[in-house]
């Protein structure tokens, strides 16, 4: 995809903007199931060490599709904890620092994936971890971040009832929002590399409009992106480096915020 986008194989588009946009049909690749689902036993202190446990840490087969868990990872600490090291007191994407004395337990927070999160009736369509002001991305590649206020491993594509819209960020002084999609980054962006590791270059950049840019609730309410989806987990993303709330992309120009999605996006993951 992306290498046709640069080729200019992709047709243009309707003008972009932030709030209207029109969505192409593109194929999307699937993204994991990523909630735990063992209710038993107490809710570990994240700051307890974890004991060693048996190497065969995935559930066993059965009639539904078992969710496979992190190497070593038991069911108790996939759903209670400790996470790694990287997570304990990490900062989330709306810069939430996770204190692990002081967190939720999945059973009191309505937790749940995201076909099932539709039962409830807090859930609005689109709503996942991955856009949650309280998510922390994946860090080690396994596939799993955690949250600012929940314990346990937490997948992009969860939810749960203490969700918090990431707002969108202030236009920067100076500018207007129609400039956001074409004005150079801040010089901290420019070559910078991505949360994976990909260099930026500034002369070889898609534009907005060209990738379907757009708010990653919108892109996976109507059906454009997966649950899980958002440019806070993607492996282009540049996070915020100035404390404007805004990053940029190692492949895209302009001004891009967490919560967004284009149809480039690539899982953090793939890249670690």
């Known amino acids: 995809m992306i290498d046709d986008l640069l080729a200019g194989d992709i047709p243009g588009h309707e003008t972009w903007s932030r709030r209207h946009y029109l969505v192409a049909t593109v194929g999307i690749a699937a993204l994991g199931g990523c909630s735990g689902t063992d209710g038993g036993g107490e809710t570990a202190s994240e700051t307890d060490s974890a004991s060693p446990v048996d190497p065969e840490t995935t559930e066993p087969p059965g009639d539904e599709e078992a969710e496979e868990l992190p190497e070593g990872v038991s069911e108790d ?135 379907n840019l757009m708010e990653s609730a919108e892109a996976i309410a109507d059906g454009a992106a997966r649950p899980g989806q958002s440019c806070g987990n993607c492996a282009e993303f540049i996070p915020d480096e100035n404390g404007d709330g805004w990053g940029a992309c190692a492949r895209v120009e302009g001004y891009i915020a967490a919560e967004d999605w284009c149809v480039i996006w690539e899982h953090i993951t793939e890249e670690l």
């Not at 996939?78 to 939430?96: H, I």
């Not at 994946?138 to 992009?156: H, L, M, Q, R, T």
């Not at 150079?184 to 420019?190: N, Q």
Request: charged share 25%; proline share 8%.
């Open 77 to 211: 600490e996939f759903e209670f904890g400790p996470v790694p090291d990287a997570y304990l007191s990490a900062v989330s994407l709306g810069n939430e620092t996770r204190n692990p004395d002081e967190l939720l337990a999945k059973a009191d927070v309505g937790f749940a994936e995201y076909d099932d999160a539709a039962e409830n009736q807090a859930h609005q369509p689109g709503a996942c971890c991955a856009n949650c002001a309280d998510y922390i991305p994946d860090k080690n590649g396994d596939g799993f971040g955690a949250c600012a206020e929940v314990e346990g491993y937490i997948g992009g594509e969860d939810w749960c009832t203490v969700y918090e819209t990431l707002p969108e960020p202030s236009v920067p002084e100076g500018m207007t929002e129609s400039d956001l999609a074409t004005a150079p980054v801040p010089e901290a962006y420019r070559t910078a590399d991505s949360q994976a590791g990909e260099g930026r270059s500034p002369d070889k950049l898609l534009a907005q409009a060209d990738v």
